[in-house]
Antibody, heavy 120, light 105 residues
């Protein structure tokens, strides 16, 4: 069965960096687009970034463009989110999710999330 | 970016009630809309996609309808496990989510 497990969250000071990982199992990872979605405390989900199944294309929300980078290693069934120049407003639970395509495809499986807290 | 407005933000209901949640898009999105259910401390769970297609394993008491700019999620007979927050998501461009509807007793 499909499993997505995020890791790498924690507390970090503003301006610092953090790298999140999401390890997938139970499906052909290299056939799916992978997304990162975040949810600030008490707020609704916010889409962050997506990477195409082969890593050839990536797209970002305006709020993270230029600071975050999504990548994947299909040999390790893992997607990453490199987060630089972190701000207090980046504090959230970060989820990875899979979809058949970059757009027009729902997020049918999600990980359990990893908490990122940006605070001095 | 396309904005999604959900109403109501909170909904008080009882077991057995018929519940309807509305999601309005700031511009037409054809049927590129999904609905998710989220319980506290858990990830969102996909219920419906393409506005009206039930995800595998989701009970048939959940249904979706609409196209263009107005969409609805209906729970025909609310069960105890349905008390949760529901989000719509548009699946074009910026993949935005609605603000959520919390269904509580």
């Amino acid at each position: 069965q499909v499993h997505l497990v995020e890791s790498g969250g924690g507390m970090v000071q503003p301006g610092r960096s953090l790298r999140l990982s999401c390890e997938a199992s139970g499906f052909t990872f290299s056939s799916y687009a992978m997304h990162w979605v975040r949810q600030a405390p008490g707020k609704g989900p916010e889409w962050v970034a997506v990477i195409l199944y082969d890593g050839s294309n990536t797209y970002y929300a305006d709020s993270v463009k230029g600071r975050f980078t999504i990548s994947r290693d299909n040999s390790k069934n893992t997607v990453f989110l490199q987060m630089n120049s972190l701000r207090a407003e980046d504090t959230a639970v970060y989820y990875c999710a899979r979809a058949e395509k970059i757009v027009a495809a729902p997020f049918d499986y999600w990980g359990q999330g990893t908490l990122v807290t940006v605070s001095s | 970016d396309i904005q999604l407005t959900q109403s109501p933000s909170f909904l008080s209901a009882s077991v057995g009630d018929r519940v309807t949640v509305t999601c309005r898009a700031s511009q037409g999105i054809i049927n590129y809309l999904a609905w998710y259910q989220q319980k506290p401390g858990k990830a969102p769970k996909l219920l419906i996609y393409a506005a009206s297609t039930l995800q595998s394993g989701v009970p048939s008491r959940f249904s979706g309808s609409g196209s263009g700019t107005e969409f609805t999620l209906t729970i025909s007979s609310l069960q105890p496990e349905d008390f949760a927050t529901y989000y719509c998501q548009q699946l074009t461009g910026s993949l935005t989510f609605g603000g959520g509807t919390k269904v509580e007793i």
